[in-house]
T-cell receptor, first 113, second 115 residues
């Protein structure tokens, strides 16, 4: 019962470096999402995907890139990290049948120095 | 577009106190409404939901009623426990201006329950 897993759990990087956050789900859910959580802003949607090879921008996509070559994986890449991208990142997924219940990973705490 | 406004925290209560966390929403049509809970160091998990007007969602002693006339979905619990300490998020999906698969979240309310 692995569910949805994110890695790494914690990451420290420097401004300008490329960073990739991983997300893997074992349910074959169609939909996957990346959120960032910041004090005073709650959760904001970065990108989402309706299926393999189908991705779309959310509320705050600038500075991020996603891909979804396989249904179970949805990596998030910060091409050139900035301090404003210091945040906690959550991946989530849900299936076609349970349209409205999201399953969340445990999060990745990213610090950009 | 859709939006959710929930009361700002933090909220601090003593064990066995009554809890209310207010949530109001802006959306056209008939969105679905949710409360998610985030325990320390974990991701969010669904606490309860309601999909049509006057529905009451309930789970683990928490309740919330979908009030379309006041566009509200307030979370209540009659007697909180220390283990209820967490961040609570109100959220919605669907309605005329939103999709059924994307959620719009409020900013979250931190609840701390003291013994």
């Amino acid at each position: 019962d692995a569910g949805i897993t994110q890695s790494p759990r914690y990451k420290i990087t420097e401004t300008g470096r490329q960073v990739t956050l991983m997300c893997h789900q074992t349910w074959s859910h169609s939909y996957m999402f990346w959120y960032r959580q910041d004090l005073g802003h709650g959760l904001r949607l970065i990108y989402y995907s309706a299926a393999a090879d189908i991705t779309d921008k959310g509320e705050v996509p600038d500075g991020y890139v996603v891909s979804r070559s396989k249904t179970e994986n949805f990596p998030l890449t910060l091409e050139s990290a900035t301090r404003s991208q210091t945040s906690v990142y959550f991946c989530a997924s849900k299936g076609q049948g349970s349209r409205e219940k999201l399953f969340f990973g445990s999060g990745t705490q990213l610090s950009v120095l | 577009g859709n939006s959710v406004t929930q009361m700002e925290g933090p909220v601090t209560l003593s064990e066995e106190a009554f809890l209310t966390i207010n949530c109001t929403y802006t959306a056209t049509g008939y969105p679905s409404l949710f409360w998610y809970v985030q325990y320390p160091g974990e991701g969010l998990q669904l606490l309860l939901k309601a999909t049509k007007a006057d529905d009451k969602g309930s789970n683990k002693g928490f309740e919330a009623t979908y009030r379309k006339e006041t566009t509200s979905f307030h979370l209540e619990k009659g007697s909180v426990q220390v283990s209820d300490s967490a961040v609570y998020f109100c959220a919605l999906s669907g309605g005329s201006g939103g999709s059924n698969y994307k959620l719009t979240f409020g900013k979250g309310t931190l609840l701390t329950v003291n013994p």
